[in-house]
């Protein structure tokens, strides 16, 4: 597992956000952040389309120096916004 800095890893978000309010046609997208019980982190998206809501997040687990590691891939979160647009319609 990777350890990242919180910052690099909200700019690698934020550097994707506007193919992804192109992409899926949003009427809003900004960073998601929350952090859990213990060692646990959440990183994503809070995505608005049809205006409706939705968080997308990847879990991540922060190390004692405040660093994040994940396993997940970004594909995960392009898949949970296309089927909330199966949803929607």
């Known amino acids: 597992m990777e350890y990242v ?3 690099t890893a909200i700019s ?12 899926y046609n949003l ?6 952040e929350e952090e859990g019980e213990g060692n646990h982190y959440y990183l994503g998206y809070t995505v608005k389309k049809d205006d409706h809501v939705f968080m997308l997040n990847r879990p ?29 319609t």
Do not use: A, P, W
Not at 12 to 23: P, Q
Not at 27 to 32: I, K, W
């Open 27 to 32: 009427q809003g997208v900004s960073v998601y």
């Open 5 to 7: 800095k919180r910052e």
């Open 60 to 88: 991540y687990i922060k190390d004692k120096d405040g660093k994040l590691g994940y396993t997940y891939s970004t594909v995960s979160i392009s898949f949970r916004i296309e089927c909330c647009e199966r949803l929607n």
């Open 12 to 23: 690698e978000l934020t550097h994707h956000m506007d193919d992804i309010l192109n992409k």
